[in-house]
């Protein structure tokens, strides 16, 4: 399974499932988590850095697609 993410301001996320476990990739950063929510919510939380959080470039709701 794949999921992508995209936020209005441009930026993505995507989660692969491998063993149980997802692995999920943003821009700044990557890291994996046992569950699908805890690891869309980690990966969003990563999005973006604190100064962008400050400006609020963060705001906003992402769209899911699931590929495969």
């Given at each position: 399974?794949?999921?992508?993410?995209k936020h209005?301001?441009?930026?993505?996320?995507?989660i692969?499932?491998?063993?149980?476990?997802?692995?999920?990739?943003?821009?700044?950063?990557?890291g994996?988590?046992?569950?699908?929510?805890?690891?869309?919510?980690?990966?969003?939380?990563?999005s973006?850095?604190?100064?962008?959080?400050?400006?609020?470039?963060?705001?906003?709701?992402?769209?899911w697609k699931?590929?495969?």
């Amino acid at each position: 399974m794949k999921l992508i993410g995209k936020h209005p301001s441009g930026r993505a996320i995507i989660i692969r499932l491998n063993n149980q476990e997802y692995h999920y990739e943003t821009a700044n950063s990557f890291g994996s988590a046992t569950s699908l929510s805890r690891a869309k919510t980690e990966a969003r939380a990563d999005s973006f850095t604190s100064s962008e959080m400050n400006q609020g470039l963060h705001i906003g709701n992402w769209h899911w697609k699931e590929l495969g």
